[in-house]
T-cell receptor, first 112, second 112 residues
Framework: ETGVTQTPRHLVMGMTNKKSLKCEQH?????MYWYKQSAKKPLELMFV???????ENNSVPSRFSPECPNSSHLFLHLHTLQPEDSALYLC???????????FGPGTRLTVT | KQEVTQIPAALSVPEGENLVLNCSFT??????LQWFRQDPGKGLTSLLL?????REQTSGRLNASLDKSSGRSTLYIAASQPGDSATYLC???????????FGKGTKLSVIP
C-alpha cells in the first residue's frame, strides 16, 4: 500500500449504530487530519493530530470521536449520528503539520 | 475568519484551449496555498503548493501564481485535455495554523 488509505470506502449506518472509520498513511508523516465534505459546501476540517496529540478540534459534535494510536493510524469513531452527517469523510496527512497535505480516497457515509 | 472564493463555479471549454481558474482569500496572513484536483466521488490529489514567499509554481502544463497582498491566486492550465475534467479546489493555510480553508471549487469540463 502506498499513500493514504481509508476503510471502508462506503458505509451505511442507522442512527443508533456505532461504527469506526480507519485511515492509514504510508508516507512517514507525523500529522493527520479528518475532513468532512458535504454536498454544496467547502471541505471542513474536523480534527488535527500532530505527533499523536490532538491539536485542533473545530467545534465538532461529540458523536464524532477521533483516535490516533500512532503516527500512521487515525480513526473516527461514530455513534448516534444524524442524517445530516451523511457526507464524504476524508483523511489527510502531512509532515510537520505545515507542509503539503496528501489525501486518502475518502469514506462515503450514509446515515439512515 | 478566512474565506476562500473560487470563480467560476463551473467552466466548460473545448479541448486544446488554455484556461485560468481563480481563487481569492480574505486574510492575506497565509503560510501557503495549495491547489487540488478532485474527481467525482474521489479524494483530493495535490497539484501545486505555493509558499507565502513564492510568486508561482509550475508542474507540467499547470502554473499557479500567488499575489498574497491582493489575496489572489490563479491556476493556469495549458492545452487542456478531456482528462483534465474534474473539480479544482484552492485551499489556504493560515500563518500559525494547521487548518486548510477550502473554496467550493471550480468544476471543469473539457469537451473533446
Amino acid at each position: 500500500e502506498t499513500g493514504v488509505t481509508q476503510t471502508p470506502r462506503h458505509l451505511v449506518m442507522g442512527m443508533t449504530n456505532k461504527k469506526s472509520l480507519k485511515c492509514e498513511q504510508h508516507l512517514g508523516h507525523n500529522a493527520m487530519y479528518w475532513y468532512k465534505q458535504s454536498a454544496k459546501k467547502p471541505l471542513e476540517l474536523m480534527f488535527v493530530y500532530s505527533l499523536e496529540e490532538r491539536v485542533e478540534n473545530n467545534s465538532v459534535p461529540s458523536r464524532f470521536s477521533p483516535e490516533c494510536p500512532n503516527s500512521s493510524h487515525l480513526f473516527l469513531h461514530l455513534h448516534t449520528l444524524q442524517p445530516e452527517d451523511s457526507a464524504l469523510y476524508l483523511c489527510a496527512s502531512s509532515q510537520e503539520g505545515w507542509e503539503e497535505q496528501y489525501f486518502g480516497p475518502g469514506t462515503r457515509l450514509t446515515v439512515t | 475568519k478566512q474565506e476562500v472564493t473560487q470563480i467560476p463555479a463551473a467552466l466548460s471549454v473545448p479541448e486544446g484551449e488554455n484556461l485560468v481558474l481563480n481563487c481569492s482569500f480574505t486574510d492575506s496572513a497565509i503560510y501557503n496555498l495549495q491547489w487540488f484536483r478532485q474527481d467525482p466521488g474521489k479524494g483530493l490529489t495535490s497539484l501545486l503548493l505555493i509558499q507565502s514567499s513564492q510568486r508561482e509554481q509550475t508542474s507540467g502544463r499547470l502554473n499557479a501564481s500567488l499575489d498574497k497582498s491582493s489575496g489572489r491566486s490563479t491556476l493556469y492550465i495549458a492545452a487542456s485535455q478531456p482528462g483534465d475534467s474534474a473539480t479544482y479546489l484552492c485551499a489556504v493555510r493560515g500563518a500559525g495554523s494547521y487548518q486548510l480553508t477550502f473554496g467550493k471549487g471550480t468544476k471543469l469540463s473539457v469537451i473533446p
